[in-house]
């Protein structure tokens, strides 16, 4: 079972990136799934997070209206984190992870019980 991330780079602000997370060997269609970040020295921060169909998605503020969560349940979920208006302090190696349940409202990272790898994210000023 693996949640593999991709999409990432370097960018200068104001640009746009499109992270993906593709999982496999199990399908994740019934798990919530979401977006974290860590930057250098700082504790892994909640993005955003898609419940199990897609209808329930949230963004932690700073990226509200700049950030677009999205998710195929198809054969192999796959989970898009569109990023635009990108700012420096977007920086960050972002995860993505999935929860054991459809539904969660819970943003702490102990929530979430499968992670993928990460992938960097650099907005350069």
């Known amino acids: 079972v693996q949640l593999q991330a991709s999409g990432g780079g370097l960018v200068q602000t104001g640009g746009s990136l499109r992270l993906s997370c593709a999982a496999s060997?199990?399908?994740?269609?019934?798990?919530?799934m979401a977006w974290f970040r860590q930057a250098p020295g700082k504790e892994r921060d909640f993005v955003a997070a898609?419940?199990?169909?897609?209808?329930?998605?949230?963004y932690t503020d700073s990226v509200k209206g700049r950030f677009t969560n999205s998710r195929e349940n198809s054969k192999n979920t796959i989970m898009y984190l569109q990023m635009d208006s990108l700012k420096p302090e977007d920086t960050a190696v972002y995860y993505c992870?999935?929860?054991?349940?459809?539904?969660?409202?819970?943003?702490?990272?102990?929530?979430?019980?499968?992670w993928g790898q990460g992938t960097q994210v650099t907005v350069s000023s």
């Open positions: 992870a999935a929860s054991f349940r459809p539904i969660a409202t819970s943003r702490h990272p102990a929530e979430y019980n499968y």
């Open positions: 060997g199990r399908t994740f269609s019934s798990n919530m």
């Open positions: 898609i419940s199990s169909s897609g209808g329930v998605i949230y």
